[in-house]
T-cell receptor, first 114, second 114 residues
Framework: ETGVTQSPTHLIKTRGQQVTLRCSSQ?????VSWYQQALGQGPQFIFQ???????GRGNFPPRFSGLQFPNYSSELNVNALELDDSALYLC?????????????FGSGTQLSVL | AQSVTQPDIHITVSEGASLELRCNYS??????LFWYVQSPGQGLQLLLK????DTLVQGIKGFEAEFKRSQSSFNLRKPSVHWSDAAEYFC????????????WGAGTKLIIKP
């Protein structure tokens, strides 16, 4: 049990719709990273938030956006959903500083786009 | 560009047998290296990490990994596997200059024969 919770666990949307995924960080963590994991592949880095600001972004289009709130929880928003957006979306929280960061992952949100 | 290769998509071993999972990376400097495990329906759990120092790293659940700079490898080993080790294993490298954004391999699925 990592203390990182994601909601919802499963979601079905249709192409063109918008979706919001949520993540509650582990207590004491100030950094949230989001990853997309397509079936049979490793996770792909989407972006990271630190102190409510985007702090690094992977190779994802602008229709993928996020927020981090003062309590360090986070949202991932995806607009104009495409079939290829079907994947497991993972949130990871960590505490900035020290020798590297240990990421604590949630169990993910399984998004299906029809 | 940084990349991680896990050459084996599936590996099958008998319970009690030894295990080695391969990981090769491409990175221009000394990398931060990680092994994570993902069980079905679960998030990713950190097994071990290498930042510097001793090239043989001990992790949780009896796993260890050895960093070999000359071979750009970070193979995961366990002397005797248990049925509960059946899962998917991911190797990852962190970009130190990018707030520890992880670049992941495609994973190796470990199957345990009784």
């Amino acid at each position: 049990e990592t203390g990182v919770t994601q909601s919802p666990t499963h979601l079905i949307k249709t192409r063109g719709q918008q979706v919001t995924l949520r993540c509650s960080s582990q207590s004491g963590h100030n950094t949230v990273s989001w990853y997309q994991q397509a079936l049979g592949q490793g996770p792909q880095f989407i972006f990271q938030y630190y102190r409510e600001e985007e702090n690094g972004r992977g190779n994802f289009p602008p229709r993928f956006s996020g927020l981090q709130f003062p309590n360090y929880s986070s949202e991932l928003n995806v607009n104009a959903l495409e079939l290829d957006d079907s994947a497991l979306y993972l949130c990871a929280s960590s505490r900035r500083g020290g020798e590297g960061e240990k990421l604590f992952f949630g169990s993910g949100t399984q998004l299906s786009v029809l | 560009a940084q990349s991680v290769t896990q050459p084996d998509i599936h590996i099958t071993v008998s319970e009690g047998a030894s295990l080695e999972l391969r990981c090769n990376y491409s990175y221009g400097a000394t990398p931060y290296l990680f092994w994570y495990v993902q069980s079905p329906g679960q998030g990713l759990q950190l097994l071990l990490k290498y930042f510097s120092g001793d090239t043989l790293v001990q992790g949780i659940k009896g796993f260890e990994a050895e960093f070999k700079r000359s071979q750009s490898s970070f193979n995961l080993r366990k002397p005797s596997v248990h049925w509960s080790d059946a899962a998917e294993y991911f190797c990852a490298v962190a970009r130190m200059d990018s707030n520890y954004q992880l670049i992941w391999g495609a994973g190796t699925k470990l199957i345990i024969k009784p």
